[in-house]
């Protein structure tokens, strides 16, 4: 079974971003949310 490089590259791109929206999402509240330090 092969997978062409541009699957793996969207699912790359997808997992990127749902993790950057994830810390986009628990980043920003600072002293609220996450555990943040800042």
Request: charged share 5%.
């Amino acid at each position: 079974m092969t997978v062409d490089d541009g699957s793996v590259l969207a699912v790359v791109l997808v997992l990127a971003s749902l993790a950057l929206l994830g810390a986009v999402l628990v980043l920003p509240p600072g002293g609220g949310g996450g555990g943040a330090p800042f």
